[in-house]
């Protein structure tokens, strides 16, 4: 399944064999503790799980499983036959409260106290001693300690949150001390301090890792939302507030994670009540997930708000045939990076918190998919740090996004929005990298060609370079590219969506560190930034064109383009140190200046782009990062073309030219141009040699004409290294000739030059002369001439040709410093000559 569940606390096991053995052997008289009365009450910051149940005479007993031992521990019996609605311990395990109350089919037994049907109690527990009575009243009241940021510096004193069904919270001041050694009481109990904490509020969400209490209250119609964090100095701040655009009933009343509700506390509220819950994640995201009362099962609507984003996004799903065993309520399950929207029976669907602009980056998995047909189909609840109960079975999960099931969902995906969402899902699990990235590599070798609605490879490119960096810097989401994708016009079958503007909370605080300070840099973003400030290559592209026209014409700063290659070979000596097996290609084994300019162009742009936006990070760091993700993106086109060269079994010889090229070759080439279509629309560096190897597949796999027009169009790009190699290795077959004079005629100047001198053809010769005749005769004036040729000075009799070497030797003669300079000794108005004699009984025949 895309979602596994992974065991973390089971009720039966951990428990329930526990209290059974220690029934065991007991004598006579020992209570019997009612196994079907033992449920979860609460799951505390530190992990620690409180569970109940009751003897078989009533009483309620509480216990507490420590999850860093494995170890249970009983903490109070109260001897009464009641029912415990809510129960906390505070992080010393010294002092309990715990809400009781105690229902019949006649109604309510009044053996609390005259007129009060729910009773909140204070215990003292090390050693049980003092019990106080908090509350007696008429109305249910949830308890729950705040916890002290680290365990190793406990609160000076005890804070305990009172939550009544009237709408108000307080929190209560608790001090203690030790009497008689270890004994732990309450210091004056007859009075304990408290603060009226939030009050009129119709909905509260508890979040017990960060220890932020949410709740909404509503004016004049409409919802606000609001957020309190308790600090570690004991303090409390009200940090925003937003209006939500939701329905919420004034007369309702309901509480989130203020312990676990159990499966019958669940069915009084119905199965379509409306669903609503907060979810945050470390890198600045604050998401409220909301799901409308429906008396529909043909679909289901259920909306998150993006507040660190400034829009909402509102989903309706298609539903199937509803049955008895599938018309659950909506779950909202958070999964780091993503947030799960689950219907047991009909769908899964895991949304993108980070990047939610584009649907095509959630997956929406339907109920006909095995992958979520294992989950439960009971009410789950979800806790902080991805934990999930199933509050029926007493089980606790915790919750993550499955590599395996998501990289075979992955290739058996049909649709592009799938491969698409599933390509970004299984990249965010971040577990063995190397080993997943060469899963999906495999994948994309057989798939290259099936995505129609965005490349493949440049997904991936993108995609995977942006997570090899992420977690150095979460600042990096507002300045990197997530995906190729700007746009996606697409339906995903079974669910539409409608994107709505909505107002950014309004912070209360202004001196703001950790997760505060990164959701305001969120919110600032979105306020402040137009356009985003994403790094594309748009100005690499310009430049690294310059470049490339002033070599041609040679007026470019010798200085400048020293400082760019000195960049680039930082980035090729990094990636040696960071892969130190042999490469199964000949890839950095020559110098392609045009790829390693475009690297230090890159190298360049990005590093100035990350320092002008990420304050407060050293140069060195940024200089990493930028290494970092220019070598992942080599890397990875390095690891497409290994796996592919693997895959097809391509023989080393496929580097020698004088051969015929194989299935196998062809399918590396045919692979080679995707990415070079995918890295060029981009302007991404290519590994140096890469050219040089896809024209040496070309000269293979490719007929003459077809060879031609992919140089022509600047599919196959021809470099020095290739262009000496087919000059040198290629016999003068007719074949042969045809291919090298195409090559020639379509080099550049400068290489052109070069190149003539290494092939030994009248062919080249010809070019050669004329190039030297077109340089001695661009500023040549006709002047005055003696018509009398010295006859004897020619090897041949030929007016027109004499004449004519005539007029070259003399303009050598009058040029023969600056001829001498440029080394063009081998050249001279002898060679031309003999070059057109040759050229006159080529085309004679002789």
Request: glycine residues 4%; charged residues 20%.
């Given at each position: 399944?895309?979602?596994?569940?992974?065991?973390?606390?089971?009720?039966?096991?951990?428990?329930?064999?526990?209290?059974?053995?220690?029934?065991?052997?007991?004598?006579?008289?020992?209570?019997?503790?009612?196994?079907?009365?033992?449920?979860?009450?609460?799951?505390?910051?530190?992990?620690?799980?409180?569970?109940?149940?009751?003897?078989?005479?009533?009483?309620?007993?509480?216990?507490?499983?420590?999850?860093?031992?494995?170890?249970?521990?009983?903490?109070?019996?109260?001897?009464?036959?009641?029912?415990?609605?809510?129960?906390?311990?505070?992080?010393?395990?010294?002092?309990?409260?715990?809400?009781?109350?105690?229902?019949?089919?006649?109604?309510?037994?009044?053996?609390?106290?005259?007129?009060?049907?729910?009773?909140?109690?204070?215990?003292?527990?090390?050693?049980?001693?003092?019990?106080?009575?908090?509350?007696?009243?008429?109305?249910?009241?949830?308890?729950?300690?705040?916890?002290?940021?680290?365990?190793?510096?406990?609160?000076?004193?005890?804070?305990?949150?009172?939550?009544?069904?009237?709408?108000?919270?307080?929190?209560?001041?608790?001090?203690?001390?030790?009497?008689?050694?270890?004994?732990?009481?309450?210091?004056?109990?007859?009075?304990?301090?408290?603060?009226?904490?939030?009050?009129?509020?119709?909905?509260?969400?508890?979040?017990?890792?960060?220890?932020?209490?949410?709740?909404?209250?509503?004016?004049?119609?409409?919802?606000?939302?609001?957020?309190?964090?308790?600090?570690?100095?004991?303090?409390?701040?009200?940090?925003?507030?937003?209006?939500?655009?939701?329905?919420?009933?004034?007369?309702?009343?309901?509480?989130?994670?203020?312990?676990?509700?159990?499966?019958?506390?669940?069915?009084?509220?119905?199965?379509?009540?409306?669903?609503?819950?907060?979810?945050?994640?470390?890198?600045?995201?604050?998401?409220?997930?909301?799901?409308?009362?429906?008396?529909?099962?043909?679909?289901?609507?259920?909306?998150?708000?993006?507040?660190?984003?400034?829009?909402?996004?509102?989903?309706?799903?298609?539903?199937?045939?509803?049955?008895?065993?599938?018309?659950?309520?909506?779950?909202?399950?958070?999964?780091?990076?993503?947030?799960?929207?689950?219907?047991?029976?009909?769908?899964?669907?895991?949304?993108?918190?980070?990047?939610?602009?584009?649907?095509?980056?959630?997956?929406?998995?339907?109920?006909?998919?095995?992958?979520?047909?294992?989950?439960?189909?009971?009410?789950?609840?979800?806790?902080?740090?991805?934990?999930?109960?199933?509050?029926?079975?007493?089980?606790?999960?915790?919750?993550?996004?499955?590599?395996?099931?998501?990289?075979?969902?992955?290739?058996?995906?049909?649709?592009?929005?799938?491969?698409?969402?599933?390509?970004?899902?299984?990249?965010?699990?971040?577990?063995?990298?190397?080993?997943?990235?060469?899963?999906?590599?495999?994948?994309?070798?057989?798939?290259?060609?099936?995505?129609?609605?965005?490349?493949?490879?440049?997904?991936?490119?993108?995609?995977?370079?942006?997570?090899?960096?992420?977690?150095?810097?979460?600042?990096?989401?507002?300045?990197?590219?997530?995906?190729?994708?700007?746009?996606?016009?697409?339906?995903?079958p079974g669910i539409t969506l409608v994107t709505d503007e909505i107002s950014l909370p309004l912070m209360k605080v202004h001196s703001l560190k950790g997760y505060w300070a990164k959701l305001n840099s969120n919110l600032e973003y979105v306020k402040y930034t137009?356009?985003?400030?994403?790094?594309?290559?748009?100005?690499?592209?310009?430049?690294?064109?310059?470049?490339?026209?002033?070599?041609?014409?040679?007026?470019?700063?010798?200085?400048?383009?020293?400082?760019?290659?000195?960049?680039?070979?930082?980035?090729?000596?990094?990636?040696?140190?960071?892969?130190?097996?042999?490469?199964?290609?000949?890839?950095?084994?020559?110098?392609?200046?045009?790829?390693?300019?475009?690297?230090?162009?890159?190298?360049?742009?990005?590093?100035?782009?990350?320092?002008?936006?990420?304050?407060?990070?050293?140069?060195?760091?940024?200089?990493?990062?930028?290494?970092?993700?220019?070598?992942?993106?080599?890397?990875?086109?390095?690891?497409?073309?290994?796996?592919?060269?693997?895959?097809?079994?391509?023989?080393?010889?496929?580097?020698?030219?004088?051969?015929?090229?194989?299935?196998?070759?062809?399918?590396v080439f045919h692979l080679m141009t995707r990415i070079l279509e995918a890295t060029d629309s981009l302007c991404l560096p290519l590994p140096p040699g890469f050219h040089s190897l896809h024209t040496i597949l070309g000269v293979h796999c490719l007929p003459l004409?077809?060879?031609?027009?992919?140089?022509?169009?600047?599919?196959?790009?021809?470099?020095?290294?290739?262009?000496?190699?087919?000059?040198?290795?290629?016999?003068?077959?007719?074949?042969?000739?045809?291919?090298?004079?195409?090559?020639?005629?379509?080099?550049?100047?400068?290489?052109?030059?070069?190149?003539?001198?290494?092939?030994?053809?009248?062919?080249?010769?010809?070019?050669?002369?004329?190039?030297?005749?077109?340089?001695?005769?661009?500023?040549?004036?006709?002047?005055?001439?003696?018509?009398?040729?010295?006859?004897?000075?020619?090897?041949?009799?030929?007016?027109?040709?004499?004449?004519?070497?005539?007029?070259?030797?003399?303009?050598?003669?009058?040029?023969?410093?600056?001829?001498?300079?440029?080394?063009?000794?081998?050249?001279?108005?002898?060679?031309?000559?003999?070059?057109?004699?040759?050229?006159?009984?080529?085309?004679?025949?002789?």
């Amino acid at each position: 399944m895309a979602l596994q569940l992974v065991p973390h606390f089971d009720l039966q096991v951990d428990v329930l064999r526990w209290l059974r053995a220690g029934t065991e052997g007991r004598g006579e008289g020992v209570l019997e503790p009612n196994y079907e009365s033992l449920h979860v009450l609460n799951v505390e910051r530190n992990g620690n799980i409180i569970y109940t149940y009751k003897d078989d005479k009533g009483n309620v007993i509480f216990g507490l499983h420590d999850c860093r031992t494995r170890q249970n521990e009983h903490l109070y019996t109260f001897e009464k036959d009641l029912q415990a609605v809510s129960c906390s311990v505070n992080s010393e395990r010294t002092l309990l409260a715990a809400s009781l109350v105690q229902y019949t089919k006649e109604g309510v037994r009044n053996e609390l106290q005259p007129g009060s049907k729910c009773l909140t109690l204070l215990v003292e527990i090390y050693p049980v001693n003092n019990v106080k009575v908090l509350k007696a009243v008429d109305s249910c009241i949830w308890v729950q300690f705040l916890y002290p940021y680290a365990e190793s510096q406990p609160l000076p004193q005890n804070h305990l949150l009172l939550i009544s069904e009237e709408k108000y919270i307080e929190r209560y001041h608790i001090q203690i001390t030790q009497e008689d050694g270890n004994r732990v009481v309450i210091k004056n109990s007859g009075h304990l301090p408290r603060d009226r904490i939030a009050e009129d509020f119709v909905w509260a969400q508890w979040d017990m890792s960060e220890q932020r209490l949410y709740y909404i209250d509503i004016k004049k119609s409409t919802s606000i939302l609001k957020c309190i964090q308790f600090c570690a100095d004991e303090s409390f701040n009200l940090m925003f507030e937003i209006s939500l655009d939701i329905t919420l009933s004034d007369s309702g009343f309901k509480l989130v994670n203020f312990g676990c509700d159990t499966c019958q506390g669940q069915e009084k509220f119905g199965n379509h009540q409306p669903s609503l819950c907060v979810f945050t994640n470390h890198t600045g995201s604050l998401c409220v997930c909301y799901s409308p009362k429906s008396d529909s099962w043909e679909q289901i609507t259920y909306s998150v708000f993006y507040l660190h984003k400034g829009y909402s996004k509102t989903f309706t799903a298609a539903l199937r045939s509803a049955d008895s065993c599938v018309t659950k309520g909506i779950t909202f399950l958070n999964i780091g990076y993503y947030v799960a929207v689950y219907l047991p029976g009909h769908f899964l669907h895991l949304l993108n918190i980070q990047h939610p602009d584009l649907i095509c980056h959630s997956l929406f998995l339907t109920g006909n998919n095995k992958m979520i047909n294992i989950l439960p189909h009971h009410p789950l609840q979800s806790l902080t740090g991805s934990l999930i109960l199933d509050r029926c079975s007493g089980k606790l999960y915790k919750a993550f996004l499955n590599q395996s099931d998501l990289m075979w969902f992955l290739w058996n995906s049909s649709l592009d929005c799938e491969k698409m969402a599933a390509l970004h899902c299984v990249l965010s699990c971040g577990r063995d990298p190397g080993f997943l990235e060469g899963q999906i590599i495999q994948w994309i070798s057989e798939h290259v060609s099936t995505c129609h609605s965005f490349d493949l490879i440049q997904e991936f490119l993108i995609a995977s370079s942006y997570w090899s960096i992420y977690p150095e810097s979460s600042n990096i989401d507002t300045l990197l590219p997530y995906s190729s994708v700007l746009t996606w016009n697409t339906e995903i079958p079974g669910i539409t969506l409608v994107t709505d503007e909505i107002s950014l909370p309004l912070m209360k605080v202004h001196s703001l560190k950790g997760y505060w300070a990164k959701l305001n840099s969120n919110l600032e973003y979105v306020k402040y930034t137009k356009p985003h400030l994403y790094y594309h290559n748009s100005m690499v592209r310009r430049e690294w064109h310059n470049l490339i026209s002033e070599e041609k014409t040679g007026r470019r700063s010798t200085v400048y383009v020293r400082n760019i290659l000195d960049n680039a070979i930082k980035v090729i000596s990094y990636m040696e140190t960071r892969n130190l097996e042999p490469r199964l290609i000949p890839l950095f084994q020559e110098e392609d200046n045009h790829q390693r300019l475009l690297m230090g162009l890159m190298m360049s742009e990005l590093r100035d782009h990350l320092l002008r936006h990420l304050q407060g990070i050293e140069k060195k760091k940024i200089e990493k990062m930028v290494l970092d993700y220019i070598s992942k993106l080599l890397d990875l086109i390095c690891c497409l073309l290994e796996t592919s060269w693997r895959k097809h079994s391509v023989h080393p010889w496929v580097l020698h030219l004088d051969r015929r090229g194989s299935a196998a070759d062809f399918e590396v080439f045919h692979l080679m141009t995707r990415i070079l279509e995918a890295t060029d629309s981009l302007c991404l560096p290519l590994p140096p040699g890469f050219h040089s190897l896809h024209t040496i597949l070309g000269v293979h796999c490719l007929p003459l004409h077809n060879l031609l027009h992919y140089i022509d169009n600047g599919v196959l790009r021809l470099t020095e290294t290739t262009v000496v190699r087919l000059m040198k290795d290629l016999d003068n077959t007719e074949k042969n000739e045809k291919l090298k004079f195409g090559i020639i005629m379509r080099l550049p100047p400068l290489i052109g030059k070069k190149i003539c001198r290494l092939w030994d053809h009248p062919v080249s010769s010809n070019i050669i002369s004329r190039k030297h005749v077109t340089r001695l005769l661009q500023n040549y004036k006709k002047e005055p001439r003696n018509s009398m040729i010295d006859k004897s000075s020619f090897p041949i009799e030929f007016l027109p040709l004499n004449y004519f070497i005539e007029i070259l030797t003399d303009l050598e003669s009058s040029n023969q410093a600056l001829y001498d300079f440029e080394g063009h000794d081998s050249v001279d108005a002898e060679f031309v000559e003999e070059a057109a004699l040759k050229h006159t009984a080529m085309l004679l025949g002789l």
